[in-house]
């Protein structure tokens, strides 16, 4: 059995060609086809993200995987690209390292965001794209389904996907949760139409935030806001009275000065009757006035505070790799065991086939000599003779499975053929 | 069956539940499944054995079930032990057995230095008995909720207030919930205790007016202790509901808990080691007492 991986990522390939190598959906199903007629009896996957583009392939010994150049060669025909260009940038593993590198990429290590859980479906996907184009086969079936595992074991044994690393996520997940039970009975205010407000937004709404109200300047802008979010618009102007009734604070304002000074919330905090506020200031510069966080009840995050976080969280994913790592090795070394084992296959059905052949020889030759003999005489005889074979080769196709473990079994399979004179 | 439950000890469960404490220690460095499984195996075999050592010193004891020291200490262990295992299964992210477990595992020991002896009792007063002992373990078992939630309440403010994302493995609940059991766990201990001890006024009221046990002299030290932590948890409940409506009531609240578990636990220590007349057995006839020396008592529920 062969493996063979061409492909290229966010590392090594430049965005704009990047951008020309994407498959679609369906483009990938019409480079599969292209796939079977072009290398017919070798299995191929396609595996086409964002970040990613790569073509796995796996042939067997009378038909090996295409050479990489060919892939090359494949995957600028199917994208009308030159496969000069594509040459320098793309990356080609053989065999193990190809597993490896598979393994590795569902589990999120190979990710632009280290951890990050969507690649696993794209993993899935792609999968599912080869079998519905009939390029799947048992060698890449075993090796994505080995991939599905190290990732899930990668996910519940190491902390690596559990830390949350954007600066919405954080400041929801890790910060708004940490004050707030529940976001259903919440009044949420949003100050400013940032970037960052919708994607908060999102998180909120996701955490189950429903009661939400936006606040800007121009008011045109923030109906607008308003009706694309399915939030309610309020009026600026009235912005105190907005913050007595809020619960949560997104503020994405692009005001030099804060909009919210020590002044205004002093005003505010009394008529709040002690409930707690959590202030999201994803603004820069701020919009609360900082000395603000320092009050009883009030949980102030700046964006400084919630990248730290970020970082932090990084760091804690970094930490991970290691055994990150080491689950994705032993699960290589699984499926490359299992793999060499299966290639012996051939050989050991011969070998069966040999001894029975000799053994049903015999005993017909016996049963002829003894012709008395009852049926169940001969099926006690045919059984001692079928369990004394079994037996028999018992020792050496151990010794081939415990070999298959460091690699293809090569020197054993040649002995055994040698041997017993099997032919290939 | 008989003797298999017969030979589970206090031993036995304390220790199932120290090794859940110590897989809970572990969260943070061991992610694990099988450290959860371990943790929820050992809680819940230690909760198991706990509760078929009730249950066959309730069926087998010859006096009311369940009426010593040592039994009220235990049924609090199992009811916070029993509490700690639901909120383990039902919030498997939140380490709730970290700061319960040990609870238990106090009050475990402290039942091993209380008195096994049960409560002397008349068929007159069993009742008022019973329920002065329900209402004190209720008192105790809401002081001690508040404290774990208090406790929770600060690490997780602290945490808030540094701006630091919470360790893996070890996500406390919100601010919001835990600030819910400290808010109502005052009122409930204020009115348990306080039910527990004017009950128990009403059961040494009616010993001393029928002469049927022994009664507890007024100026007794376990009537000024109880008295002292009935109006130490009725003002704790007044201030918490005072802050209720102000930014600091929820800070307030959590230190408040910790303050009422330690007036409880002082109390609860006073109540082991010091000398009293509640609990003891009716006085002997002179001619039993010359017959046998005389022991001091030991009281041990709050």
Redesign the interface.
Known sequence: MTLALVGGTHRTVPLDLRERLAFSAEQTADALARFRDRFPGREGVLLSTCNRVELYAAGAPDAPAPDAADIVAFLAECRGLDATQLEPVLSRERDEAVVRHLFAVAAGLDSMVLGEPQILAQVKQAWTLAQENRTAGPVTGGMFQGALRAAKRVA????LG???VSIPS?AVA??A??????FDDKRVLLIGAGKMAAETLRYLREAGARDVTIVNRTAGRAVELAARLGARPGRFDRLAAELVTADLVVSTTGASDPVVTLDLFAAV?TR???R?LVVLDLAVPRDFDPRIGT?????L?SVD?LA??CD??RR?RQREMPAALAIVDEETRRFMGDLHHRSTAPVIERLRAGWSETGDAELERLFRRLPHLADADRDEIRQAFDRYAAKLLHPPLVSLRDESRSGSPHGLLDALKRLFDLDD | MAEFVAGISVVCFAASYAVALACEALRPALRSGVRGIAMLGFAAAGLLAHTLFLVWRAATEPSIPLSSPFDWYLLAAWLLAAGSLWLTITQPRTPVGLFVLPVVLMLVGAAQLSSRQPFPQSPATQIWGAIHGMFNLAASVAVLLGAVAGGMWLIQAGRLARKRAPVQGFRMPSLERLAHVTSRTPGIAAWTAAAGFVSGIVLNAVNRQRGLLETVPWNDPVVVRMAAVVVWLVTADALVHAARRRAEGPRAAAWLALASAAVLSASMLWGVFGATRHGMPPPASPAAASSGPATAGHEDSP
């Open positions: 519940t044994e190491t902390g559990r830390q949350r954080v890790d910060f949760s940490g004050v707030f039970e529940r905090e709040r009757e002690g707690p009050r009883s009840g009030v949980w995050y505070d730290a976080a932090a969280n804690s």
